[in-house]
């Protein structure tokens, strides 16, 4: 996979266990700090449901 420009939140600072999303070429890659080789890979409408759904707190226990 080519070199991506991760990003992660400032909140974690240099935690070990944070989640991290590069945009490329209209594609959205999603991973964990902990496992950088597990790369998700998502459509840009793809992410803004996912966002979506995060926001609406459709994923809280």
Avoid at 13 to 28: H, M, R
Avoid at 37 to 53: C, F, G, K, N, P
Avoid at 54 to 60: K, L, N, T, V
């Amino acid at each position: 996979m080519e070199e991506l420009p991760w990003a992660r939140p400032t909140s974690c600072a240099n935690s070990n266990n944070c989640p991290e999303v590069a945009v490329a070429d209209n594609t959205v890659f999603v991973r964990s700090s902990l496992l950088p080789d597990a790369v998700a890979q998502l459509t840009l409408s793809e992410w803004r449901d996912l966002v979506s759904a995060i926001r609406a707190g459709e994923f809280d226990a």
